[in-house]
């Protein structure tokens, strides 16, 4: 039987087993997984505590995952839209997609270009989606700036370049063992710390900065305030406080989770106009090792396991 990742209580690393699970036949569509991300959301939802465990509560036993890509294998009566033998890449929202085989609603899959290699692939729901609803959240052209708080993080990473392509200046607060990636792809990178909004600022050289996106939390959305930035050019993931007393933006990713989006990003990875960078892939039966690694910090790609 094929393998899948599980939990069945709160907790660790060390909660996490890998178990064979019986194939049933499908009414959706059934994928054979080439790859799957992790993302710090399903630490999060593991853990003993906190607000993400509190907004996606686990029915246990648990799977785990949203991201993927792989080979439709079988599809059920009536369903369109994708044929056995199709290589795609898609999302399901049923925390199940850190496993060999993944049932997916074929309206949440889209093709996968040929140019676009598996990691990369099964890497883009979750942090690429998220990173497009925050750049549309607040709209960045050619001739101002936006600043970016977290630019060198999973989300980030998306954000910075689809905001570059969008013609805006980025600036982009990372730390600085970042600031060499991110100033290949066209940002401008500045330091976290004691007079960021100077800066920002000097970094902006006479750009207007209209608009500011935060992925970290913390007082950067107070940050955006004083730098003159109107509130529905603020769009903050994490700060939900601040979104109920300031009227600012919370798109995430839940405000473009659509094949659509994912057909957008494949498209500007194949052409070469959107890069991901992957840190290290690892095989379904590490998934301890890999979350270790996701977990101790200081990522400068994703981490995606190979089933």
Same mark, same amino acid.
């Given at each position: 039987m094929p393998k899948a990742v599980r939990f069945e209580e709160y907790g660790g690393i060390e909660v996490l087993a890998v178990r064979t699970c019986p194939v049933r036949s499908p009414d959706l569509a059934r994928c054979l997984s080439r790859s799957a991300p992790l993302a710090s959301i399903s630490a999060k939802r593991r853990s003993v505590r906190g607000i993400v465990r509190e907004i996606f509560p686990a029915t246990f036993p648990s799977g785990e995952g949203s991201d993927l890509a792989g080979l439709v294998e079988e599809v059920g009566v009536g369903v369109t839209g994708v044929a056995v033998g199709d290589e795609v890449i898609g999302f399901t929202n049923n925390h199940a997609s850190h496993a060999e085989y993944v049932l997916v609603e074929a309206a949440n899959l889209t093709p996968k270009p040929a140019q676009v290699p598996w990691e990369v692939a099964g890497a883009l729901f979750v942090a690429g989606v998220t990173g497009f609803a925050t750049v549309r959240a607040v709209s960045p052209t050619a001739g101002e700036a *936006? *600043?970016? %708080?977290? &630019?060198g993080g999973g989300v980030g990473v998306f954000a910075v370049? +689809? &905001? +570059? #392509?969008? !013609? &805006? #200046? *980025?600036? &982009? +607060? $990372?730390s600085e063992r970042h600031h060499a990636w991110l100033r290949e792809r066209g940002a401008v990178p500045v330091a976290y710390g004691d007079g960021v909004g100077e800066r920002i600022t000097a970094a902006a050289e006479g750009t207007p900065v209209a608009a500011f996106i935060d992925l970290v939390g913390g007082s950067y959305v107070e940050l955006a305030l004083e730098l003159g930035i109107a509130r529905d050019r603020i769009d903050t993931i994490v700060d939900f406080p601040a979104i109920a007393k300031y009227g600012v933006k919370g798109e995430g !990713? %839940? %405000?473009a989770a659509s094949a659509a989006t994912l057909a957008e990003l494949a498209e500007a990875i $194949? %052409? !070469?106009? +959107?890069v991901v960078p992957i840190q290290r892939t690892y095989p379904l039966d590490e998934v301890r090792a890999a979350f270790t690694e996701l977990e101790a910090g200081h990522v400068e790609g994703k981490i995606v396991l190979i089933p």
């Open positions: *936006v *600043v970016i %708080a977290g &630019a370049q +689809l &905001a +570059l #392509r969008a !013609g &805006a #200046r *980025v600036i &982009a +607060l $990372a !990713g %839940a %405000a $194949a %052409a !070469g106009d +959107l």
